[in-house]
């Protein structure tokens, strides 16, 4: 019998309009000039993880990177990994094949350039890639990541998907004919937390990671609220002061690590050929 099963820890880390409910509001056009408050956000996560010694996969917008490169350092320098969440926050489905692999060549670039380190893992906006568009991991793999975290439609919890590419995919939920996120975010902000833990013990028996997701806006939640229509409103904003300490429980209760800990534990433990 093996010791407990390592899920991944990942905080997805976007500012509070960068978002995609309200974008109809909000454009990439306005974001200069509103008031960034990712550095709150940061510091807020940074000091709920360093409560417990938790290491987790913070994926970055390359927007917030060239902004703000000390920020992406001092993630990196408390021990965390940098991965990246593209450059513009915008979901694949919406870009072609040539934009999106500028954007994400940029997202990398950025990030590398403020943490003096390689970056090797993507997650896509809003877990983007669908099936149909698949098209991007050749994208993701170009640009030289070497693994992705972002496919709500994979059958097999962790896989290469191209050679050289590994798919650490998020946990999902088949519903109403589509695939819901069920690793974190509003799937975690409405349920209670002895119903979430159970449902991780169901996932790891199986012998399946959980791969936890939340966002920075969810454990910093002093922000400007964006307007939007009431269900939307409520997807974005329902409980958001549940999760800090459902957080900290969920850490307490399980074995986490940053996906890029898991991935080199994993080629460790495979025999070399
Ligand atoms: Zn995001």
């Not at 905080?11 to 990712?38: C, H, K």
């Not at 590419?165 to 088949?174: G, K, Y």
């Not at 519903?175 to 902000?189: E, I, K, T, V």
């Amino acid at each position: 019998m093996e010791g407990p099963i390592t899920n991944a820890l990942t905080i997805d880390t976007e500012d509070w309009f960068q978002v995609f409910y309200g974008s109809g509001n909000i454009t990439r056009a306005d974001w200069p000039r509103l008031e960034s408050r990712i550095s709150a956000m940061v510091d807020r996560s940074l000091d709920l993880l360093a409560e417990s010694g938790a290491k987790a996969t913070f994926f970055v917008v390359g927007w917030i990177a060239e902004r703000d490169p000390a920020l992406v350092r001092r993630i990196a320098a408390q021990g965390h990994e940098i991965g990246s969440h593209s450059y513009w926050h915008t979901e694949v489905f919406r870009q072609a094949p040539g934009e999106f692999a500028e954007d994400v060549k940029r997202s990398k670039d950025s990030l590398e350039q403020a943490i003096g380190a390689s970056v090797h893992g993507f997650r896509a906006p809003g877990y983007s890639i669908r099936r149909e568009d698949e098209w991007a991991l050749d994208v993701v793999l170009q640009a030289g990541h070497r693994y992705d975290s972002s496919l709500l439609h994979a059958t097999v919890p962790v896989s290469e998907v191209r050679p050289g590419l590994v798919e650490v995919a998020p946990n999902a939920l088949r519903a109403g004919g589509r695939n819901l996120p069920s690793n974190g975010g509003f799937f975690f902000r409405m349920m209670p937390y002895p119903l979430y833990r159970a449902y991780v013990g169901h996932l790891n028996r199986q012998g399946v990671p959980l791969v936890f997701y939340t966002h920075t806006w969810e454990i910093e939640v002093e922000y400007p609220r964006i307007p939007m229509p009431p269900v939307r409103r409520f997807v974005q904003y329902a409980n958001l002061g549940a999760v800090a300490g459902k957080l900290r429980r969920l850490i307490a209760d399980h074995r986490f690590a940053p996906i890029g800990t898991i991935l080199e534990a994993r080629g460790r433990a495979q025999p070399a050929s």
